[in-house]
Nanobody, 115 residues
Framework: QVQLVESGGGLVQAGGSLRLSCAASGFTFSSKAMSWYRQAPGKERELVATIISTGAITNYADSVKGRFIISRDNAKNTVYLQMNSLKPEDTAVYYC????????WGQGTQVTVSS
């Protein structure tokens, strides 16, 4: 079955960096687009970044453009989210996602940015 396991979250001061990882299994990773979403307390889940199967095209939410970088390693079945210049408003649970027929989600990893 499809499994997505996120890691790399934590507590960081504003201006700092974190790199999230998502290890995927149970499907042909190299043929699927992958995304990162986040959900802050009391808010709806929002799309942060997407990368196509080859990694050649990426898209970002305006709120993270220029600060976050999504990448993937198809040999390792892993997608990454490099987060730089973090702000308190980036505090959220971050989820890895893929979609083919249904939406598939990981368990999430907490990112907390202190001011």
């Amino acid at each position: 079955q499809v499994q997505l396991v996120e890691s790399g979250g934590g507590l960081v001061q504003a201006g700092g960096s974190l790199r999230l990882s998502c290890a995927a299994s149970g499907f042909t990773f190299s043929s699927k687009a992958m995304s990162w979403y986040r959900q802050a307390p009391g808010k709806e889940r929002e799309l942060v970044a997407t990368i196509i199967s080859t990694g050649a095209i990426t898209n970002y939410a305006d709120s993270v453009k220029g600060r976050f970088i999504i990448s993937r390693d198809n040999a390792k079945n892993t997608v990454y989210l490099q987060m730089n210049s973090l702000k308190p408003e980036d505090t959220a649970v971050y989820y890895c996602n893929t979609r083919f027929g249904a939406f598939y989600w990981g368990q999430g990893t907490q990112v907390t940015v202190s001011s």
